[in-house]
């Protein structure tokens, strides 16, 4: 088994009279790979996460997450994954050890006392762990966010938004924590981000939707190869505004040989 993550015809229709949010999504992610979810606004990124996360039942399609199918045996899979998402706000009257042991406890984590204090000092969460959550500014909630995503060891890491609100120095070393994290476990993860410097920094591979479906993919070097681009940002402009130059035009344009 080298996938992490199959996904087939997967759909999820909110109401019988709007479209789709979700319109027969398909793609595979290998353990030990990053891939990108890129999109607009209300393209389907959360939604699909959701759907990844048994948070919401798809309307028709298959997820199989390490190996189980999510719609018989989603526990089995659910117990080696873990996700961050900046809409789910942790207790905030308790401390953030008090946080990562309730979570902890909830996976069934071996040594757990040894796990915080792994991730604590990984993290950098020493200063303020016996601090309730509450009263921690936007970087050290990311912090302790990501430190909850990691808690059970993931082997699938599903990340929406990670350093949304985040400083550029405070992103760059939650970027830097993913990365390190991903080196030496082989977690596979899937990370949905507007931020396309993170998301050619982080992932191998990415997916571009718009209004629920793959419209383009591929490598992030491919693409702005292929769309003549200098980075992913404008690749993305170009996909979500419709602006793409064809490739003979820019063949022409280019002066390269069609
Ligand atoms: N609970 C819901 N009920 C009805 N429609 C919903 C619900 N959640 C999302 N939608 C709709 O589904 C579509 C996809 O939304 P989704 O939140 O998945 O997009 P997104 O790509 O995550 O967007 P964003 O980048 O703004 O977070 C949108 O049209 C949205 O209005």
Request: with cysteine; glycine share 8%.
């Amino acid at each position: 088994m080298t996938q992490a993550l199959i996904v087939e015809k997967l759909l999820k229709t909110y109401a019988p009279d709007r479209p789709p949010a979700v319109d027969g999504l398909d793609f595979t992610l290998a353990r030990g790979a990053t891939m990108g979810l890129l999109g607009g606004n209300g393209a389907g990124k959360t939604t699909t996460i959701a759907m990844l996360l048994g948070l919401l039942v798809p309307t028709s399609g298959r997820i199989i997450a390490l190996g189980h199918d999510m719609a018989t045996d989603r526990f089995a899979a659910l117990a080696r994954m873990n996700f961050s998402s900046p809409y789910i706000a942790l207790p905030h009257r308790i401390s953030v050890r008090e946080n990562l042991t309730v979570y902890g406890h909830l996976y069934n984590v071996p040594g757990l006392k040894r796990r915080i204090a792994q991730l604590a000092e990984e993290l950098q969460l020493t200063d303020f762990i016996d601090r309730p959550a509450g009263e921690l500014s936007a970087g050290q909630k990311t912090r302790v966010a990501l430190a909850k995503a990691l808690i059970n060891t993931p082997e699938l890491l599903l990340l929406d938004e990670p350093t949304a609100s985040l400083d550029p120095d405070t992103g760059d070393w939650v970027r830097s924590s993913i990365e390190r994290y991903r080196a030496a476990t082989g977690c596979a993860i899937l990370l949905a981000s507007h931020n396309m410097a993170e998301v050619e920094r982080l992932c191998g591979h990415v997916l571009m939707l718009k209004q629920g479906r793959v419209v383009d993919e591929g490598a992030p070097a491919d693409l702005v190869a292929r769309y003549g681009r200098e980075d992913l940002e404008q690749v993305f402009l170009d996909i979500a505004r419709g602006t793409r130059v064809d490739d003979d035009t820019r063949g022409t344009r280019d002066g390269d040989a069609a």
